[in-house]
C-alpha cells in the first residue's frame, strides 16, 4: 500500500514538473506565413483572367461538339424514322410491319449508342480555375479600440 502511494505522488511530481517545463520549449509568437504581395497578387489575377478565358473557349468549344453530336444523332434518327414510313406503306403482310419497326428500332439504338460513344470521348467538363485569394489589409493597433467605445 505504501509502495504505490509513494509511486503514485512519484509520478505525480514528475508529471508536475514535466508540464511546468514544456511551455518554456514552445515557440511564443508563431512564424508569420507569407501573405501575397499586391504585386503578386496582380500576377496571379492575371493568370486567372487568362485561365478562366481558357476554361471559358473549352467550355464553348465542348458544348459547339455537343451540338454536332447532337444534330448527327438526329438527323440518323430521321432517316430511321422515314425510311421506316416509306418501307411501311409498301408492306402488306404482318411479318414485313414486324420486321421493319424492328430494323427502325435497331438503327435508333446504333444512334443512341454512337451519340453516347461521342460524348464520353469528349471527356469531363474542364475544371474552371480558382480565383486568387486577395490578400488582407492590416488595421493599425488602435482601429480596434474605436469598436468598445459607447456611442453617443
Known sequence: MRRSHRQATIALSVALFS?????????VTPAP???????SFKALQEQYKKDREAFIQAVKNREQRIREINS???????KATYEAKTLMATATTPDQKNA???QRRSAVAAAIVARESAVAALGSLPTPPTEPVRPTKMAAPGMSDQKAKPKR
Do not use: Y
Open 19 to 27: 508540464l511546468a517545463l514544456t511551455p518554456s520549449h514552445a515557440d
Open 33 to 39: 506565413t507569407p501573405s501575397p504581395t499586391a504585386t
Open 72 to 78: 448527327a444523332f438526329k438527323a440518323s434518327v430521321d
Open 100 to 102: 421493319i419497326s424492328a
